[in-house]
DNA sequence: CGTGGGCGGATTTTT
DNA sequence: TCCGCCCACG
């Protein structure tokens, strides 16, 4: 048969990987070596060469993201729907199972989700319970605590007891969650994961039955598994089926949350002749940036190895800065954008890379004095956003009246006489009748006046009605029936202008998100289905990527992404290589794969940058450059030094508190003002009637053909015409 | 019950 | 410096 299309992309060390006998394989895909091509190729290649039924496939990836681009992909390459095979993230496919077999995994059918932030309430709620100091219990960290012991497979009896008493209370503060959470019919996201392996565990024939489905089991990302997640991989594949594993050691940068790079080395050992591929030609970067890449990762000890290469030319050299302070550095990467932009080039083809979120204030204020449309990622998702938590909890409610985090949340929300005094009763009778919040409610009423009883009556019958009144009803009509009914649209109206009208339109766009949403599975009512996907994923960015702005975004959210031009910028030690992480070799060797990735993001150009000075958290710090440039061959990279300024700069920051600054992230200082009359303002705060508010960022022509650039605090840059804008000042 | 001021803490993030 | 959380006050 014909199989130039699948082969004819491909170079020799990708063929040999898709083309791999049928055993278990490792791929050791270095950064920009064609990954993804090869874990969608080697699907189609199972499909059309091995005859492998897409029905016997299973394709595990971490993000949401990923497992779309990776459907997308087989999809095209195969010319049919991907719907037979199985293609999500660890969780999602996890998730998956425990719907299907809620009975055997001893949970309730309609069981609910419970995300990061629930998590830590719940936990928080434990201690207080417990009548444990908070500042000594630190919620966060008991919650840590917590999924690092699930992420390693243990429940609370098998953590070890060595003695200590803080651990020892720990595990019991572990305990006193697993029974809150199955009163409350609910999982977190490391229960579905150590659930589901259970289930394979323990359940007799289960194991066998998928075993038996899915003889091949892909996994991207390799380096990023976590004990449980590996155990679960084997646990599916056993002695029959055959993993086809990608990752590359080098880029493993996750070790903080659990992740097991060793995983890599472990699945050589537990797969006796597994079948090694490298893939080292590089398609992104140019020869200098990858002999600098390459230079930076070697002096990590116990890798694999590999080395990556480049047909293409050496492009030209890196070129390192050195700031004066931390203004100076951003000053400095705002004029090199500046430039890139005035010789024709696209603002997105810039990423400023960081360590660390807090890093990314000054290169904002840098830009927006330039009216340089930017996008900064990793902030608040749709699904995590308070209002739209809000009316989840309502729905949750009615899909799960034991839900006692949703019953906290809501109960009060929009204020109906339930107060805190209600809620301890609540949750005494709850705690020593090993009940749910609701089912607490109807036998507290005697405990409780009449007045609370009655209010705490009210609310039960508001939920029960909710339920009654939208069952049956298009999911979308359920929604928009809640967020109005409970009188949460109500609420928010009631609140500060712009910030409620925000929070409306949100509540509205969730209704639009139920109306979009085509649940995936026939078995589950769709509310839960819907309730569910808002969970496990939370929203990535909204629209807007595609606007033409500078990427901006911390090292570990650039994984996986590519950029012509990239800026490393806060390259001093104790901020890269965090203070926090050179303590023990293993944190100095991520950070230095931090390094890696970054490095191995450009396309075209490198920018390094320092700053000697540099102002964090209030205090001035010196610090020494980054130990990572000095790993650099010297001959690869060209120190610039910044032009003698002819004329003053066109903005001269303001010092910080000295009053003609920047009030807050988004306002403009007053000294663009643009005073030709009729015209709006530089810096102008503005209100849309759809886009909310927003910072004006420029203008262009006068009247209403006049175009106006405005930043908005929750649509990003739009340009709009004057005359249609409807803008007003605030 | 809701808000404002004082206090402490401040890598990295997905599901 | 700045943000989020807690408590005290109106």
Redesign the pocket.
Known sequence: MDVSHLLGPLNEAQRQAVTAPLAPTLVLAGAGSGKTRVLTHRVAWLVEVEHVSPHGILAVT????AAGEMRARIEAQLGMPSAPLWIG?F??IAHRLLRTHWREAGLPQGFSIL??EDQQRLVKRLVRGLGLD?ARWVPREVTWFINSQKDEGLRPKQVVDDGDPTRRQLIRLYEAYEEACRRNGVVD?AELLLRSYELWREVPGLAEHYRARFGHVLVDEFQDTNTIQYAWMKALVGSTSLPFVVGDDDQSIYR??GARVENLQQFRKDFPGVLLFRLEQNYRSTGNILAAANAIISNNSGRIGKKLWTSDGKGERIRLYRGFNERDEAEFVVNRIREWVSRGGQRRDNAILY????QSRVFEEYLLASRIPYRVY?GLRFFERQEIKDALAYLRLVANRDDDASFERVV?L??R????RTLEVLRAHAKTHGTSLWAAATPCAEELGARAAGCLQAFLALVDRLDADTRGLPLHEQVDHVIQASGLVAHYQKEKADKGEARVENLEELVSAARGYAPEDGELPPLMSFLSHAV?E?GEGQAEEWEDCVQMM?L??AKGLEFPVVYLCGLEDGLFP?Q??VTDLQ?LEE?RRLCYVGTTRAMRQLYLTYAEQRRM??IDSYGAPSRFIAEIPAELVEEVRPKVQVSRPAYVPPQ??SGSGFGT?TVASSRFVDDSPGSLKLGQRVRHPKFGDGVVLSVEGQGPNGRVQVNFERQGTKWLMMGYAHLETV
């Open positions: 971490f993000t949401n993201k993230t969780h999602g995300d990061a908070e996201f903080w949350r360590r660390s979120n807090a990793g009060n929009p204020t006489g339930v107060g805190a496990l939370s911390t570990h959210t965090h926090r992480s944190g950070e958290h209030g910080r508190g992230r």
